[in-house]
């Protein structure tokens, strides 16, 4: 049963990553290198994992960016509303869509090597 539905399992941990990760105060995260644009480098990742966990997982490519365009919008929103370390970020935004679309175009070519 696992095998059958690892894709979603896979999802589920991806989600709560984002959000956990989305939500916590800056000052409770261990420090990183200061590597230039590492920032957007996560954001493109987070967003395309999630968008190609999501086809794996439920086989909707429309439902997968649309999620992904929601949840990305939303996380940078309640980033400026419930935190007071963060705040809402229109490049990151742009990163969580291209990470989506990225994954969106390399998942029409490769999904089936995944199945």
Not at 44 to 55: N, Q, R, W
Not at 87 to 111: C, H, P, Q, W
Request: no cysteine; charged share 15%.
């Amino acid at each position: 049963m696992l095998k059958k539905h690892k894709y979603t399992l896979l999802w589920g941990i991806w989600t709560i990553a984002i959000i956990t990760l989305s939500l916590i105060s800056s000052s409770e995260m261990p420090k990183a290198p200061r590597i230039p644009y590492l920032d957007k480098v996560a954001h493109f990742s987070f967003y395309f994992g999630y968008t190609a966990l999501f086809i794996l997982a439920f086989g909707s490519k429309l439902w997968a960016v649309i999620t992904a365009l929601f949840l990305g919008a939303t996380m940078e929103i309640l980033q400026g509303l419930l935190t007071t370390t963060r705040s809402a970020d229109y490049i990151d935004m742009l990163f969580n869509t291209f990470g989506t679309v990225v994954a969106l175009l390399f998942m029409r070519k490769y999904e089936k090597l995944f199945r």
